[in-house]
Structure formats: C-alpha cells, structure tokens
C-alpha cells in the first residue's frame, strides 16, 4: 500500500513538472504579439546606426564613377588610371602593387553592387544633370529635375531612403534630399569613407586619390525588398535586435517560473527519474555545452523564430504540403511551444543537475565527471611518468619521448624566425632551470640514503625513510630488504643465544636429577648393613633413573639428528587409523592414571599413507604422553582422522590442567615443557621431536590454543 502511495506522489509530481514547463512554454508563445508592439520601442535606423550601409554607399559611388567614365571614353580604363595620382619619391614596387590593389578593390565594389546590393536602386548624372548611368527607371531623377513636394510624396511611397550625392568641382560632397535618415548622421557616416578610409594601404601609401567632381549619385532603397541581399540582412538584423530586445523580459519571466518550481521540488522526490540518471552519467563539460547550447538558443537563437511567428510567416517551409495560412500558424504555433518547451526543460534539469552535485559534493563530483579533470590527470601522469627515470629500468622510450619534445620545441622556435631568436635564451634558462631542479632532488635523494646505509652500518636498524627517493627508489627498498633481513638475523641470533643458554641449563638440569639420584643410591648400596628389602627397594629406584637418563640421552639424540636432517626413513604403507590404534593401547595405563576419557572419531574404512611407521608411531606416543601428563584430570580427550581427497589431517584436543600463558609456539622448541615450574617428568622434547619427525615426512605440525583448549593438528598431503 504505502509503495503505491510513494508511486502515485512521485507521478503526480512529474505531472506537475511538466505541466509548469508547458505553462511557460505556451505563456511565451502567447506573449509574441505584445512582443511585435513592444519591439518598435527598440527599433533604430539601418541607415544611420549601420556604418556598413554607408561604407557599401560610397564604394558603390567609386565604381559606378570609374563605370561612366569607360562609357564616356568608349574603351575599358582601368581604374587606377582614371583616379589616382602618383606621389613623389616612391618606390616603383609600391607603385604598381598599389595600382594593382586598387584595380581589385574597385572590381570588388562593383561586383557587391551587382549582387550584394541588388535591392538599391540608383542613377547617375553630370554637371548638366543629364542621365549618365540608372539600373532601372525608377524616376530618382526627378529629385533632380522636379524637385517638388508631389515628387517627394510619390518617391516617398515607394522609397525607405533616397539620397542625393552631389559633388562639385572641387570634389567636396554634400548630401542633398535625403529621406529616410538624419542629414547629419548619414553626412558624418558617409565621410567616414571617403578616400582614404575607403582604400588599402598599398594604395594610399603610394598615391594620392583623385576625387569626382561635377558629379551627382542618386541611391534609393525600395520599402519592399525582392531580394536577399546586404539590404534585406541590415533589415532582418535590426528586426532581430528589436525583437531580442522585446522579448527578453518574457524569456527572464518563463526561466524564473521553472527555476522557481526546479528548487522548490525536493531532490530526493526526482533524483530516480530515468532521464535524470542518463543525463547524470554524461560527462559535466557536455552538461554545460547543452546548458550553454540552452542558453544561446533562448536568449540569441529565438529571435527569428518568434519573429517569423509574429508576422505569420512560415517557420517551415514545405511546398509539396501546400498548407493553408491557417493551418500554417497552427503549426507555427506548435512548433514554437515544442521548441521553448525543450529549451525550459533543459533549465529545469540544468537547476535539478546543479542540486544533485551540491548534494553529491562538488569535488568528487568533478573527480569523477570531468573530462577535463580526468585529462589534465593522464598529461599529469604522462608528464610524472617522463620525469621519474629509476635506475634499474628500461629508460629508452621514456628519453625518446624527451627528445621528441625538445626537437619539436626547437623546430617551433626555428620556423619563427626572429622570434625563435629571442625565444632560444628563454628556451635555453627554463631547461637549466629543470635541471638544476632535478640535479637537486637527485642530490638530495642520494645524501638522503647515504645517511640511512651509515646508520645501518652502525647499528641502527630501525632507520626508516618514509619519501620516495626517485631514481633511488628501488636501491631504497633493496636496502630496506636488506635490513629487515640483517634484523631479523640479529633477532634469530639473539633467540638462538638465550636458547643454547636455556639448552645447557636444562640439559644440565634434567641429566643431574637422575644421575645425582644414582650415584646417592649407589653410595647406599655399598652399605653392607643395608636390608635386602632396602637394597632391593634402591636398585628399582636405580633401575628407573637409569631408565630416565637413557630415555633423556636418546631423545637428545634423536632431536639432534632430526634438526641435522641426518635421519633414514623406512617408508611403508601405513594403515594411520591401526597406527593410532596401537599407540592409544600402549599408553592407555597413563590415561587411567589421569582419569582421562578419549574420544575418537576414525574413518572405517583404512587410511593408508606412505610413512615410516616407527617414527609416526613415536609422534603418536609423544603426543598422547604429552596429554596424560598436562590435560585437566577427569577430562575428555579427543583425537580426530579426517581423510579428504587431496590430504589426511589427524587433531589431538584437550583441556589443559595449568593456564597457559606463554607463546604455545615455543612449545614446539627444545626443553620446553608445559608446566614451567618443570614439577612433571620429562625431557621437554616430546613435542620437537613430533614436529621433526612430522616434518622429515613432508607433513605439516601445528599448535593452537583457545583458552585452555590445546590442539595439535597433523595434515599430510596424499
């Protein structure tokens, strides 16, 4: 129930998103027709404000002025020859390249004035006022001829602009009849490109710039326009601008209200959208170009689009559907709420992104959506892997790549001329720079582990060098091996030391018990007084010390011969559950002793092994004697066979009389018994001599305890 609940809520707030982003959509389509009033407030005059227009003015002047002289001369002159003037002492290679260039910058306005400025209509006269040159009848003359208010009224039906440039005599110009523009501007606009303004510095350079004289050019530009020109853009960009201008108070209005709804929904309520969690795995830098994409085309790319909707022209085009007018504003409209509907979605998710990655923690976020993070971390790493050259390393590749950098620097700085002259000393200081840098850490690197293998040689080998050494990084951790294995052999001697020491204080011990108690009873014996029932009573006691010390000698024996590994096995098949069998009936008088239960849990079927028995048999005994003397009395002991397919593990378990409370790894060393008081019998070899023996078979010997749990576990591998 409540998972349903949580699903309507999250649909019904999808819905609500998107109906927002449909209210803005729609409100800004519907705001297009106070749009197109209010845009005449930022309106402003092509022919005054757009120095371009003045500038395609004159250069029109200039060539139709070179075009009615080759007419009047009836022959083709080339323009440098009709206008311009030689200067004195110059060089002849300036001449003619500036001859050259003017030729081409007057074949370049009268190639604009064919096609760039097609819509401009326009008529040239002499002194006399007789007609010398017109595109079209378009009665411009008459401004001329008839100047009068009806001729005026009539031109002004038909013309946005007209103009009269009259040149007199001496060349200067003055803007005559004007309509359309302001006198002034339009004067000031049209000096800005007379002469010299107006040409190359080749040419200006080398010659002086006739002016027309005795010369009138009449330009109109028509209010309907039937081509695309320079004309029509000046149009459509001023018409743009207004309406940019018009509309961006609506624009603000649409983004506030889906920035407004964007913060208000809470993060946790849409972070599951399956669109939100696409655009999330985009990288962040593709985030932002869509959201500056966005951004263009609401504030910049809008502007034909509502202007095109605002006047009821077809945003598409498509002749073969021959749509009527009303159904082609239909789909205007819906093409206009498809395109603020996308774009307002793209600010809504923009805000929702943003949310996220406050949320998320803006330097992880970076760390991990970055492309250019992630790039600048790969030359980072290229450039730390140019720079570490360790010793002991194949190094070509990484001088190659040096090398190749330096020459393509070097190449760089020759193909620029002068300025690789100058750059060179730079070049040269930086890579000194480097250098010494790097000599440096070397340097220090090197004195650094100097210092530790000083320390080293004099003892101190808990020296520690936490930084990384460079190129004597690797011969730092040889040394730091070297170390650990020189402490470790100190450790080891050490520990051999203190055990030679505790060995001859045992043996010493454990062979001056019984040989001092037989030569006590032999002294008794050579009592001729004694009873029999005594002399008998001191030659058992005799009889069992010398049993021990022989029993100590052997086990000495035995140990010292298993450590040489100057031991012959007999290996037999050996059946381990009979084996164990027979040892438990061999000491089980020692576990009655003790009071102590076994437990055991054997295969069925036979365990066979390649072992030697007597020396498994002698592991067993050890181990079981080990127990009778230390288990907790009355406890339960338990002895394990596993037989696995690959290994056979045998386990000894039980309670421990006495809390141990020592490494029970030492028990396995030389003279090391279970009690340290040494109150019970032994060598303290039972245990060292099993693991030996164990060994000495490829086995594997293992102790552990748990509390007074003690358990010895025996694998062998089949």
Known sequence: MLDIKLKSNK????????????????????????????????????????????????????SLYCKVYDEKEEKYVKPADIMLEEKTNIDPY????????????????????????KNIQYCVLDKDNNVLKQNVNSNLDLLVLKNNEDTAKKLQEKYDLYTVLNFDDKGNMKVENLYGADRQTFQSNLNKNIRDDLFSYETTNAFEIKPIKNMKFIYGVPKNLKYSDSIADYKLSEQSRSYSNASLLFKNIGIIFVVIMALIIPYKEIKDWAILKKVLKLPIEIIIV?????????????????????????????????????????????????????????????????????????????????????????????????????????????????????????????????????????????????????????????????????????????????????????????????????????????????????????????????????ITYVDLLKDENLSEEDRRTYLETLDRKSERLRILIEDLFEVSKANSGNVSLNIIDVDIVSLMKQTLLEVDDKFKESDLKIRTNFPSEKVMMKLDSQRMFRVFENLLMNISKYAMPSS???????????????????????????????????????????????????????????????????????????????????
């Open 11 to 62: 649909f019904n707030i999808k819905l609500v998103i998107i109906i927002t982003i449909l209210i803005a959509s729609i409100g800004m389509v519907l705001s297009y027709p106070r749009i197109k009033s209010d845009s005449k407030k930022f309106g402003y005059n092509i022919y005054e404000e757009n120095t371009d227009f003045s500038n395609d003015i004159m250069e029109s002047t200039y």
């Open 94 to 117: 300036y001449k003619t390249t500036g001859k050259d260039v003017f030729n081409r910058d007057i074949e370049r306005f009268n190639e604009n004035l064919v096609s760039g400025l």
């Open 290 to 518: 869509i959201s500056y994409l966005a951004y263009i085309y609401l504030y910049y790319g809008s502007d034909q689009i509502i202007l095109k909707t605002a006047n009821n022209s077809p945003i598409i085009r498509v002749a073969q559907l021959q749509l009527t007018n009303d159904i082609s504003n239909i789909l205007n409209y819906f093409i206009n709420i498809f395109y603020w509907f996308v774009l307002f979605s793209i600010v809504f998710i923009s805000i929702i992104v943003i949310k996220h990655i406050i949320d998320y923690n803006i330097v992880n976020y970076l760390k991990e959506k970055s492309l250019i993070y992630k790039i600048l971390k790969k030359i980072k790493y290229k450039l730390d892997w140019i720079k570490e050259i360790k010793l002991g390393e194949q190094n070509k590749k990484k001088i190659v790549t040096i090398l190749i950098l330096n020459l393509v620097v070097v190449c760089i700085m020759c193909s620029t001329w002068v300025v690789g002259i100058i750059i060179s000393p730079i070049y040269t200081f930086i890579i000194y720079l480097l250098i010494k840098k790097k000599y440096s850490k070397i340097n220090n690197n090197y004195n650094i582990l100097l210092d530790m293998t000083k320390e080293i040689a004099n003892g101190n080998l808990d020296v520690k060098i936490d930084k990384d050494l460079g190129v004597f990084d690797v011969l730092k951790k040889e040394i730091e091996n070297i170390q650990a294995g020189l402490k470790k052999a100190v450790n080891e001697e050490v520990k051999s030391q203190k055990m030679k020491t505790e060995l001859i204080s045992n043996v010493s011990h454990d062979l001056k018990t019984p040989l001092t108690s037989i």
């Open 636 to 718: 339960r002991v338990y002895i394990d066979i596993v037989n696995e397919s690959e290994f056979v593990k045998i386990s000894f378990k039980n309670m421990t009389e006495e809390e141990i409370k020592f490494n029970v790894e030492d028990l396995v060393e030389r003279f090391v018994r279970g009690d340290k008081s040494r109150n019970t019998e032994g060598s303290g070899l039972g245990l060292a001599i099993a693991k030996s023996f164990v060994e000495l078979q490829g086995g594997r010997f293992k102790i552990s305890v748990d509390g007074d749990l003690f358990k010895v576990t025996i694998i062998f591998k089949k």
